[in-house]
């Protein structure tokens, strides 16, 4: 193994935790250094505006394991995770939440496990969530029958975005076309050989949730119409159910058509056209999340941008100053100072 090819990779997405990163250093440091082998931490900064950026520079000078790659924008979670996990170098690649709720001691276990059973993959599995507040735990509850309804049973129950890959798994990842892959069902999705950890979910060590309801919303509903057809299914059973019911009304409207009694019947007809509106609107809605991916798609702009890599930095020595030999003089070069010389930023999807 070269020095270029760490053990193990740990992924960290960071959005503005100023508060959680010192103690996020104090926790996963001493794990990581126990190991006793070669090992990166990616810190993907995504698009932070308080104080995390430059906490992660100093933490860098005392760390040199501490790898600092910069999104130029925020760009949500799941994008952070893939531009970490896609820049990482090492033979196992672990991901790991900032704010302390995954404990980072799990992550020895979980590469013990994949060497020893010679597994691509292993969860972290939550087996206690009991910190969570009620609502997170009913709406993940939600999530996950869904989504293992919908996806297979292959997805694990309770398994976020907590685990350790192989080498091979990111680079299957890696050759997806997809964008805007929602990794907790795209990784089990490929097949290989897993196992999982079981762990307690901790409390947020500081600072508040960066996952709004609406973010929610949208990794559910991404989640779903990535890897599912059925609500399109389940749009034109729909239709076929709300016709059944058009046909008893129309016999109905025929009948009391008959008895000279079509004035009454307000209230059925009232209810009939909201309800027929709403199943509609529905349907639409759900056609237009699809058109929505498909748009996405034929666009094909990253997910996300790569503003800078501490990896990518190369140290070059760079002649500054450069004077002029004056005639019958031995040419005079000035000092050269090595200069820290960055990539041009490049576009990296
Ligand atoms: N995060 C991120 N970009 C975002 C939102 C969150 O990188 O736009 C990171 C965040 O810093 C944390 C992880 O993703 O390390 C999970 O976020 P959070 O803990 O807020 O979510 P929750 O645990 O509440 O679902
Ligand atoms: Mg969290």
């Avoid at 119409?225 to 609500?231: E, H, I, M």
């Avoid at 076929?240 to 046909?247: E, H, P």
């Avoid at 007809?269 to 909201?274: E, F, G, I, R």
């Avoid at 990253?302 to 990896?311: I, L, M, W």
């Amino acid at each position: 193994m070269t020095s270029r090819e760490p053990a193990l990779s740990v992924v960290v997405p960071i959005y503005n935790e100023e508060s959680v990163l010192p103690l996020l250093v104090e926790r996963l440091r001493p794990v990581l250094d126990g190991l006793g082998e070669p090992y990166e931490v990616v810190a993907v900064d995504d698009g932070s505006t308080d104080a995390t950026p430059v906490l992660l520079v100093g933490m860098r000078r005392g760390w040199p394991q501490l790898r600092i790659v910069r999104l130029r924008r925020n760009s949500g979670h799941q994008a952070a995770l893939i531009a970490g996990l896609f820049r990482a170098r090492g033979s196992y690649v672990a991901s790991i939440d900032a704010d302390l709720q995954d404990p980072p001691e799990v992550l020895v276990e979980m590469l013990r496990l994949a060497r020893d059973g010679g597994l691509d993959i292993v969860y972290g599995v939550r087996g206690d969530r009991s910190t969570d507040t009620t609502f997170k735990r009913s709406t993940a509850g939600i999530y996950y029958r869904v989504v293992r309804r919908l996806v297979g049973n292959a997805v694990p129950a309770q398994a976020g975005d907590f685990r350790l890959l192989s080498r091979a798994t990111v680079e299957a990842l890696r050759e997806l076309p997809e964008r805007r892959p929602v990794l907790r069902l795209v990784v089990p999705w490929l097949g290989f050989p897993s196992g999982e950890v079981s762990y307690v979910r901790e409390p947020r060590a500081a600072g508040s949730t960066k996952y709004s309801l609406s973010r929610m919303f949208r990794l559910a509903t991404d989640s779903i119409t990535s890897f599912s057809g059925a609500p399109l299914r389940a749009a034109t059973w729909l239709g076929a159910g709300g016709m059944l019911l058009c046909l008893v009304m129309v016999v109905f409207a025929v009948v009391m058509y008959f008895r000279d009694s079509t004035v009454t019947g307000w209230a059925s007809l009232y209810v009939a056209v909201l309800f027929l509106g709403a199943v509609q609107l529905l349907c639409l809605g759900l056609l237009g999340e699809y058109i929505a991916r498909i748009y996405a798609a034929v666009q094909g702009r990253p997910s996300y941008f790569v503003g800078s890599d501490t990896a990518d930095l190369v140290e070059e020595a760079v002649p500054v100053t450069e004077v002029p030999p004056q005639p019958g003089e031995v040419p005079v070069r000035g000092p050269e100072v090595p200069v820290l010389a960055t990539e041009a930023p490049r576009v990296v999807r």
